[in-house]
């Protein structure tokens, strides 16, 4: 019984929830996040693209709400490099620039980041939430 406390019932309990990383999202691109903001009553001043390079990406973009822009960056899941990378992100929590940590939301194949401080954060969390 003590086996199935300490290794077996972790292992349910991550299959049953798999988290942020678990949605099927790969084939929307980071400019769609910008509509269903727009769907969800927030607001988007701007969305320009972003290269992917610097966080290993295969694509970004940049919203700007009420003045504060969140960067959107896409990992194909069909590739094992690019899904070694966004599990990393989620396990993680956050990514290095210049060795300055910042903290990132993972949600399937996507990395937001930014979030911390914009005004209407858990306005975008849930729309994050629902982003599939």
Do not use: H, W
């Not at 999202?25 to 400019?31: A, F, S, V």
């Amino acid at each position: 019984m003590k086996i199935f406390s300490l290794v077996i019932l972790p292992v349910i309990t991550v299959l049953l929830n798999g988290g942020c990383f678990s949605a099927d999202n790969n084939y929307l691109k980071p400019e769609d996040f910008a509509v269903r903001l727009e769907q969800a009553g927030i607001k988007v001043s701007s969305v320009r693209p972003l290269p992917g390079a610097p966080f290993k990406a295969t694509a970004g973009a940049a919203v700007m709400i009420e003045g504060s822009e969140i960067g959107i960056y896409k990992y194909d899941r069909t590739s094992k490099v690019q899904a070694k990378r966004i599990a990393k992100r989620a396990r993680t929590g956050r990514v290095y620039i210049s060795g300055i940590p910042y903290p990132v939301e993972v949600y399937g194949s996507f990395m937001f980041i930014g979030l911390e401080k914009n005004t209407r954060k858990r306005d975008i969390l849930k729309v994050i939430r629902a982003f599939r």
